[in-house]
């Protein structure tokens, strides 16, 4: 019997893919034998001070899960917070903290996905709404009424305008 094998009381093999040790809930349940306040803050401090708990704001996660699920024609809350790991409450709960809403956050992500899509006039406006997660262009219209004061059409011209270089550019650089 190996040394590893005596120590850990179980079988242990190398060479796999992970390093892991599993344990049964049970061993959890065991008293650390010479436990050592001194030494558990020592470590526990060392930890805290080399790898910092990052924090994202849940909107910024619930940001990313929409931008994933919006042509899905899933994207819920309650999609979202099983994502999350969560109850769909505790999701709204959150965001209330933030003072924010789960309808807020979905908007915001979609207004900027149509403008990215917009942008592209490749793809065509009922594409658009359904990358969106809209059933139908009209719902799509709507939208960009109420974020942009325009239609789709308009938006995307203006951004097709925004792109391409001023005249008087093209043609300074077709006498160079």
Known sequence: MSYYQ?????KVSFGNPINALFLDVADMQFPIKNRSRQLYELATSYINQ???MVTTLISTQVRVIVN????SGNCTSEAVSDAL???PRTLQRRLREEGTRFEDVKDEVRRDAAMRYLGQKSISLMRVAHLLGYSEASVLSRSCHRWFAKSPRMMRQQLGDAESPPESASVLSARH
């Open 6 to 10: 005596r120590y850990f009381g179980t």
């Open 85 to 87: 790991g969560m109850h």
């Open 50 to 52: 080399k790898y910092p």
């Open 68 to 71: 994933g699920l919006l042509a």
